[in-house]
């Protein structure tokens, strides 16, 4: 998937994080608060903050451990909620550990690692209703 960009969302408060898969075409939007979309902002605008943000902080603590962030999949909706996992390489073995999607997306794009979604999180866009 790549990251389209960040706009604010019609008629409310939040703030919509535009996806779309590069191969099939098909796009995900997922909806957000101020400060989650300020953080995957930084990253698309190449800005460099003074000091490091809490983002840039996980990555320096992956490094610091010897760790890499090697992808990250939006990999499910359930009740209008997204949620994601971060694939992440120690010691020769891969670790997973749940996210939300905002903070995988704003860590991929400072990473620069590849960002997928799964057929359940890109059908769970079909709904009516406003996904988180």
Request: net charge positive.
């Amino acid at each position: 998937m790549e990251v389209l960009g960040v706009t604010a969302a019609q008629g409310g408060d939040q703030i919509a994080v535009l996806l779309r898969s590069k191969v099939l075409r098909r796009e995900l939007t997922l909806f957000v608060g101020p400060f989650e979309a300020q953080s995957i902002a930084v990253p698309l605008q190449q800005i460099t903050p003074p000091r490091p943000l809490t983002h840039d902080l996980i990555l320096s603590l992956l490094t610091s451990l010897r760790s890499h962030l090697r992808r990250i999949i939006i990999s499910d909706v359930k009740e209008n909620t997204y949620y994601a996992t971060l694939y992440i390489e120690a010691d020769g073995k891969e670790i997973t550990v749940d996210s939300r999607p905002s903070d995988a997306i704003a860590l991929a794009l400072r990473a620069g690692v590849p960002i997928y979604a799964n057929n359940k999180a890109l059908n769970g866009a079909n709904s009516n209703q406003l996904p988180r």
